[in-house]
């Protein structure tokens, strides 16, 4: 049963639709019904509506302007307008935003029972995965496929390619040569070992297909391979890469995986490069490994784009190209368990007779490597040893099962630090978006979308902070206008029409509802009292 969700001003109309959706059939539930614009994007995301049936004119935010905002935070919400006006500007709005059908007033029990028909066959196409792998399983084993993934996971661990490999990839069909690159991690929520082999086979078959779906009708291609523990996207085009276009459909392609396949999974992506000949696609998918680690930070099923995190980074260190590189690697993206045991490993193979003249030398090298997987050197030798101590300490310990445990200790250390950085890095951030916010909640056309463009960050990234700090866009800038409001209200003689202008409304009515809506009493109730 699909989720329902009415908005319009008009109380009569709002009941006949619940009483008409009520009379044909039982694939939708009706979950909330509200009197404006406002009201469903302030409380109507969090109900998670498949479908939403709204009118366009409507006060304070319009239908048009809704089915915007809410899409933002539901990418696949399937959407109804109603209106009384038979508008061919209406109509061109709609169908560019998508929506199902477009019912004029007076709304007709046929009419609504036919949309509603086709509203259910979009969203059963969109949710519902199909009996049938047998196709996208035979493409998924082919020889080529394989081929092609063996390459790509190849590719991404090279510093040079060398000119015979750069022969294979074209022999096996892999087409890199286009303008403008970008590199992207795909990786489950979950621990791979709480995932089951039959969950993980369904959502290899369907990553491709849903990638496919979004983007065959655009200028983007692609190539998608299985990296083992996760998944490469190489998206590759031509033409300038649209970041806020690019973000809607890599997160209508999570929400997919997620309703579909009832797992979580997120994206990383690496900055764009530009330039055949100069990309670095070891340097690529690293950085999008690196920024899929926020997701520890900012929460789970998201899209994070590099360029969004690396403007709060740490002095970061690089990876190690000596015989130490995997332990760097390993650190410094937080595969913490894997580390551990390759330096176990380690230390017990020099500690014997054989290494005995090369034994500091490796252990040195050892310690320079873990140094190099630290982000914040600084925090390190503040809040634990300095490098000279941490050396000194190491060359003393004459047990290896002692060294063994000061070098695990360091490498806690050094993965707490670096998680806080990636903490600190996500709070700084917040601390923009606010302060963005708290400076320009005046601007009565403020939006999200400006808010992303000012600070250059994702309106996905934006959305998950504000999210993880149990907050919304909406919700913020409506609490701190409110804010602004009852502190003139309270302290000056300003008439209420003049205070509604200052903090950011052109319409006093608007003004007044959220007010009460905030508060639970009107501003000239609020000032009295």
Known sequence: ??????VDDEDAVRERLYQQLLSLNGDFEIVGQFQNGFDALLSGVSLAPDLLITDIKMPYIDGIDLI???????PLLQTIIISGFDSFDYAKQAISLGVIGYITKPITIDELSETLKKAKEELDKRNTIDNDLEELKRKADSGLKLMQNSDLSKLITLKDIPENFQEKLVADGIDLKYKYTILAA??????????????????????????????VNTNIRYILFDNSSEFGLFLLSNEKFEKEKLQEILVRILAKIKRGCETEMSIGLSEVKEDVEQKSYRELFRHALRTLEYRTVIGSNIVIFFDDINKNKVTSGKVDENEFKTITYEVLYGEISKAKERITRLLNTINTDNFKETYLFILNNLIDSLLKACVSLQSLFETYLTYDEIAVKAYSIKSNEQLIDFINMLVDKIDKINKESRQSGVEASFRQIISFIENNYKNSMLSLEDVAKELNYSVSYISAILKKNKTSFTKYLTDVRMEKAKYLLKNTEEKILSIANEVGYDDPYYFSHCFKKNSGMSPAEYRKK
Not at 1 to 6: E, G, L, S
Not at 189 to 199: P, W
């Open 1 to 6: 049963m699909y989720k329902v969700i009415i």
């Open 186 to 215: 795909i990786d489950f929520d979950d621990e791979l070992n709480q995932i089951s082999y039959s969950k993980m086979e369904l959502v290899t078959l369907y990553l491709e297909k849903y990638i496919q779906d979004e983007l």
């Open 68 to 74: 915007k905002r809410m899409k933002l935070e539901l």
